[in-house]
């Protein structure tokens, strides 16, 4: 017998409180906001636009540079700063962009990032840190402080999946020259290679129908997916139960609703979908009245053969 493991209160709670279809894009992030600077000494250029965008300056020997994007699910930004000697040199970089993220969708975290110093006997300043920030908190953050002896550069790889809601993706890279002559001369470098990828999990590969239910969250119709989603939150975070395949059903046009296995026919597979669910709740309840029984055991044999 079919049974969901949530019951029916909180699965109509988790709807009530979903994003409406109306205020949420399927699929896709929605930036909301971007600053982007870089700063060698006194020398400072600075963005707030979206999309592309490259940045250099210079003082002396001191520079900093960045080249950022922000596209289609797409968070990108590399570049370098150098903060030559003599003391009060310093070169910084910052980047920080805040979306909006609806239901259904993962992250893949790549890329390098490194800060270190130069000197003769004199471990100088230079860090680097990336974090991305959610509705749950810290989703993850990396930290160099070369002054604390900790490796020169590290990998960035990760992924997971993220609950709807408002990120902030932020990297931020300084340093500093220090001493005085060439005796105790210095300089605090950094650099960076990062791209944050934000994939809708709807539609991809071995997804189920959307219109039977599965333990696995998301269907294989990237639309229809979308639609239920942007509604019921539950159906791309945790599973797509019986709750998810009648909301497909009222929503999205199902090629064949009563194709239970998405065989492309009604057949003795069906059949033994809808008697293993029957006096229950479940993707079988072709009537909606809330039990598999008799009349949807019309429903199925009245559609019998191919779809």
Known sequence: MFSSPHSISPRLAAVAVACLASTCVAQSISPTSATREVQANAAVQSTSAFGP??????????????????????????????????AGNTASTEYTTSFSVPPGMSYVLSGTMSAFVSSFGYNGPGWSALTLTGPDGLVFSYVIEAFTGSPPSIDLSGDGSLVPGDYTLHF???????????????????????????????????????????????????????????????????????????????????????????????????????????????????????????????VLLGAWGPC
């Open 172 to 298: 931020e890279a300084s340093g500093q020259g220090f001493g005085s002559s060439l005796m105790t001369s210095g300089v605090s470098d950094a650099s960076w290679d990062v791209s944050l990828q934000l994939n809708g999990i709807c539609g991809s590969g071995g997804r189920g129908s959307c219109f039977v239910s599965h333990p696995t969250p998301s269907c294989s119709d990237a639309n229809c997916c979308g639609e239920v989603c942007s509604i019921d939150s539950f159906c791309c975070e945790f599973e797509w139960d019986w709750v998810c395949v009648n909301e497909a059903t009222s929503m999205c046009e199902a090629p064949c609703p009563v194709d239970l296995n998405g065989s492309g026919a009604v057949d003795a597979g069906d059949l033994a979908i809808l008697l293993g669910e029957w006096g229950g709740a479940g993707s079988a309840d072709f009537n909606s009245n809330g039990v598999v029984e008799g009349g949807d055991l019309a």
């Open 53 to 86: 965008w490259s940045g250099g300056v210079s003082s002396g020997s001191t520079s900093a540079s960045q080249s950022s994007d922000i596209g289609a699910n797409l968070l990108a930004m590399s570049g370098s700063l150098h903060a030559h000697w003599p």
